[in-house]
T-cell receptor, first 112, second 112 residues
Framework: QKEVEQNSGPLSVPEGAIASLNCTYSDRGSQSFFWYRQYSGKSPELIMFIYSNGDKEDGRFTAQLNKASQYVSLLIRDSQPSDSATYLCAAFYGGATNKLIFGTGTLLAVQP | DAGVIQSPRHEVTEMGQEVTLRCKPISGHNSLFWYRQTMMRGLELLIYFNNNVPIDDSGMPEDRFSAKMPNASFSTLKIQPSEPRDSAVYFC??????????FGPGTRLLVL
């Protein structure tokens, strides 16, 4: 059973701080990992993806992947109230399935 | 460019009625996914089509659910008969092969 685990939160951080969101996955066969942001009542939207060990930066966002520990994280620098949303971690399994397995998401609340 | 289009956006029906959800993927995308999202179970993949052919329907909960993709620009998800436990937000997503999945706005279904 392929699983992706996330702490449901809420994770509360003050404006301007670094928010750290974490995710673990159960199946080493996963090829890449995605972070989606979902505002209340809206659909998930892609923030970034990562498939190599190490860090990947895109603006205020940094994704980190450690395949040995089966651990993925998303750092948001200079957090803004507009970053308040649920962040979904997803593991991608290619081959015939071409399937994304999502975690249940972490609710982030950035306090002004 | 238009994103993924879903209709209806909201549906309220009574138990036992047939429900049909519709999706138009992004033009040029060859993969289409139907997801269901609930508070308890998060975002779950129901079925995945590639080039209009169902590849993985292991997430379809039971025979009451069926999905079709008669052409590259249209898909339906049908529930017959509907039950209150089917109440959820249903998302359609599309991608080009194994690339990023883009989500539609979702259909909020309430079965009374």
């Amino acid at each position: 059973q392929k699983e992706v685990e996330q702490n449901s939160g809420p994770l509360s951080v003050p404006e301007g701080a670094i928010a750290s969101l974490n995710c673990t996955y159960s199946d080493r066969g996963s090829q890449s990992f995605f972070w989606y942001r979902q505002y209340s009542g809206k659909s998930p939207e892609l923030i970034m993806f990562i498939y190599s060990n190490g860090d990947k930066e895109d603006g205020r966002f940094t994704a980190q992947l450690n395949k040995a520990s089966q651990y993925v994280s998303l750092l948001i620098r200079d957090s803004q109230p507009s970053d308040s949303a649920t962040y979904l971690c997803a593991a991608f399994y290619g081959g015939a399935t071409n399937k994304l397995i999502f975690g249940t998401g972490t609710l982030l609340a950035v306090q002004p | 460019d238009a994103g993924v289009i879903q209709s209806p956006r909201h549906e309220v029906t009574e138990m036992g009625q047939e429900v049909t959800l519709r999706c138009k993927p992004i033009s040029g995308h060859n993969s289409l996914f139907w997801y269901r999202q609930t508070m308890m179970r998060g975002l779950e993949l129901l079925i995945y089509f590639n080039n209009n052919v169902p590849i993985d329907d292991s997430g379809m909960p039971e025979d009451r659910f069926s999905a079709k993709m008669p052409n590259a620009s249209f898909s339906t998800l049908k529930i017959q008969p509907s039950e209150p436990r089917d109440s959820a937000v249903y998302f359609c997503a599309s991608s080009w092969g194994k690339e990023t999945q883009y989500f539609g706005p979702g259909t909020r279904l309430l079965v009374l």
